[in-house]
């Protein structure tokens, strides 16, 4: 068995619960300091480490939501001096408003530790070749996990995402044996590999880490199947620091979800009460070691279950089933988080769009494909097709800017498109369900 941090892995409970009282003590003083949780925390009557006696105590605490981060937006969560920040990450918030998260040197450091660990877990080492296909930039899986692969030892190549035939060059080449990706990237690379002549006895590939979207168990072991690898589920969220929240041993069942460094909760999203483990409901995340930015019972709107019983592997962090679905309206394609209300805010900002309009996501092949379908007011459709192909071109760039990445938009004649009674439907998503 192969640990990153032995001790800390293979902690006895107590040990574990008696670290996270202690830091999440540390945190609510942290908490205090900042803009935002100060009146919170005094309302709830919660005034210093003092009010939190046991674990159980979580409870005084107000939960914090995805738009309270927006509001937040840039920097009403800080609890240091901006001199002590070192990098900061982003993700989409529910409309243009990104929500950012910030990390000192020391932060860095724990997270690279936690991501360390992660990429351990599996089995891999400093033997092993690891090339990174996901984006880097803002999004924390890439700079995240690079640090990560090369603390644990490895040769880490950051190839970054699409071009497959590229990344096939580089793992013929350098004899790669891990990767990192997201499972409908690794299926795309499947596919393609006979069309680029790459036999997959040319690679020496062992392992692939997948997260950043929701997969099943079919998958997973269709890309095994199809590749002959072992495929490890990675879970993180920005707001916990990004992957290196909960990772899979070679055990493969249920993620370790690492706890001298985060809080979990399994609530019910309607009552905010917790679940006994073993049942299903929304994952809600502490960070204990961040002093750049402390969040405290983070909705992470994930649904998810604890798995009761001890590991096999022997470590005493306990496992989360894999993510069943989301209880709002969030869209993940190719790995990147859509919000609907993204898309909405873009086009009603635009005089020429009308007030129907239409999300498609459907699968190409193993990869995700979006649509927008917009009315647009009558007199767009004129002889002169030209103001209507400057309008989708304008569209297409307002959205990416807003969502990150590439959509199709189609621009309807008014009354065109299908009118739902009641509620509208915003969403059509013909992928194949979970
Ligand atoms: P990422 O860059 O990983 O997408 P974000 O913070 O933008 O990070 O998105 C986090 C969300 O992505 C999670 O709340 C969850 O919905 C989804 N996600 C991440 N990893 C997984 C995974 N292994 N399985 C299912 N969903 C995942
Ligand atoms: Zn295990």
Redesign the pocket.
């Known amino acids: 068995m192969k640990y990153w941090d032995k001790r800390m892995e293979t902690l006895p409970r107590a040990g574990i619960e008696a670290l996270q009282l202690e830091r999440l003590r540390a945190t609510v003083s942290r908490a205090l300091l900042t803009p935002f949780y100060k009146p919170l925390l005094e309302k709830a009557g919660v005034t210093g480490p003092e009010s939190i006696c046991s674990l159980a105590d979580i409870s005084k605490l107000p939960f914090t939501s995805k738009n309270d981060l927006r509001d937040a937006y840039p920097f009403g969560l800080l609890s240091c001096p901006r001199a002590e920040l070192v990098r900061l990450h982003a993700?989409?918030g529910t409309t243009g408003t990104p929500t950012v998260i910030y990390q000192t040197r020391a932060d860095l450091d724990r997270w690279t530790d936690f991501l360390a660990r992660s990429v351990t877990a599996p089995g891999a080492g400093p033997e092993d070749v690891f090339q990174n296909m996901i984006t880097y930039g803002l999004?924390?899986?890439g700079l995240g996990m690079h640090y990560g692969a090369e603390r644990a030892g490895m040769l880490v190549i950051p190839a970054g995402p699409g071009n497959v035939g590229r990344q096939l060059m580089l793992m013929k080449d350098f004899g790669t044996t891990t990767v990192h990706a997201t499972p409908s990237f690794m299926l795309h690379l499947q596919s393609k590999m006979a069309d680029e002549g790459v036999a997959r006895s040319s690679l020496s590939l062992k392992r692939a880490y997948c997260?950043?979207?929701?997969?099943s168990e079919d998958t997973r072991r269709k890309i095994e199947s199809m590749l002959g690898i072992d495929v490890y589920?990675?879970?993180?969220?920005?707001?916990m620091n990004?992957?290196g929240l909960a990772f899979e041993c070679s055990f493969k069942d249920g993620m370790h979800v690492w706890e001298d460094g985060f809080l979990l909760e399994v609530i019910d999203p309607d009552t905010g009460l917790p679940v006994p483990d073993g049942e299903r409901g929304e994952l809600v995340f502490t960070i204990l070691c961040r002093d750049a930015m402390p969040i405290l019972r983070y909705r992470?709107h994930?649904l998810s279950s604890v798995i009761p019983g001890d590991c096999p592997c022997g470590r005493t962090h306990r496992r989360i089933a894999?993510?069943m679905g989301?209880t709002d309206d969030m869209l993940?394609v190719n790995?990147?988080?859509v919000f609907p209300s993204q898309v909405e805010e873009v086009l009603m900002r635009m005089p020429e769009v009308g007030t129907n309009w239409l999300i498609v996501v459907e699968k190409e092949g193993s990869l995700d494909r979006l649509t927008v379908k917009t009315e647009v007011q009558p007199n767009m459709f004129a002889d002169d097709s030209r103001p209507l192909n400057a309008l989708r071109d304008r569209v297409r760039e307002k959205l990416q800017a807003s969502i990150t990445i590439g959509a199709r938009v189609e621009l309807h004649e008014p009354g065109s498109l299908p009118i739902s009674e009641g509620k509208a439907k915003r969403v059509l998503d013909t992928r194949p369900k979970l």
């Open positions: 993700s989409s999004f924390t899986g997260g950043a979207e929701p997969y589920n990675s879970y993180g969220l920005s707001e990004g992957p992470t994930d894999r993510i989301r993940i790995g990147v988080n």
